[in-house]
């Protein structure tokens, strides 16, 4: 069964800061794996997509890292900004497109 | 232009009433999902419909019916509520093409049951 864990499950830090948001998962038979940022009382965003086949995505400010054998992606966000406050959430795919959400992160990132 | 849609944003109701959520997507996509996000925050998915065909049941309780009238669309119907359907509803949608599949979600459906 397909268990994904996020740590840290919070993090609070002044702008200008890089960080490093882990996503661990135990099934290392995944389609991709996604990031998403979900803001209070709103939807998810979907921020990087990485398949199974690559080791890692950029977007921007964001990059994030995929490593199978170990059960790891890692999301790093570079210089941060208070526009970067969310929860950020990894999640597996399976063969069945069902995705398997982590516990997420919850970041401050304060002026 | 939205992607992914829902009505209603909120929904507050009595137990044991029955309600309905509806779910439209604009991207054409072939697969659509229904997730749940408890107050612990934790996303789980329920449903998944590809081409208004079940392909994805996670054990959902029977009251809890999903029904696609078409590609587009995916409602969740659920029956006799109780205290514990209070949570936010997720419709999601995506192409299923395996590790580029991308899900798309929408905005939501806060659900309080009284």
């Known amino acids: 069964k397909q268990e994904v864990t996020q740590i840290p499950a919070a993090l609070s830090v002044p702008e200008g800061e890089n960080l490093v948001l882990n996503c661990s998962f135990t099934?290392?038979?995944?389609?991709?794996l996604q990031w998403f940022r979900q803001d209070p009382g709103k939807g998810l965003t979907s921020l990087l997509l990485?398949?199974?086949?690559?080791r890692e995505q950029t977007s921007g400010r964001l990059n994030a890292s995929l490593d199978k054998s170990s059960g790891r992606s890692t999301l790093y966000i570079a210089a941060s900004q208070p526009g970067d406050s969310a929860t950020y959430l990894c999640?597996?795919?399976?063969?069945?497109?069902?995705?398997?959400f982590g516990t997420g992160t919850r970041l401050q990132v304060f002026p | 232009d939205t992607a992914v849609s829902q009505t209603p944003k909120y929904l507050v109701t009595q137990m044991g009433n029955d309600k309905s959520i509806k779910c439209e997507q604009n991207?054409?996509?072939?697969?659509m999902y229904w997730y749940k996000q408890d107050s612990k925050k934790f996303l789980k998915i329920m449903f998944s419909?590809?081409?208004?065909?079940?392909?994805i049941n996670e054990t959902v309780p029977n009251r809890f019916s999903p029904k696609s009238p078409d590609k587009a669309h995916l409602n969740l119907h659920i029956n006799s509520l109780e205290l514990g359907d209070s949570a936010v509803y997720f419709c999601?949608?995506?192409?299923?093409?395996?590790?580029?599949?991308?899900?798309?979600f929408g905005p939501g459906t806060r659900l309080t049951v009284l």
């Open positions: 999601a949608s995506s192409l299923m093409q395996g590790e580029m599949d991308e899900q798309f």
């Open positions: 099934d290392s038979a995944i389609y991709n």
């Open positions: 990485i398949q199974s086949s690559q």
């Open positions: 999640a597996a795919s399976l063969y069945t497109d069902k995705l398997i």
């Open positions: 991207l054409g996509h072939d697969t």
């Open positions: 419909y590809n081409n208004k065909e079940l392909i």
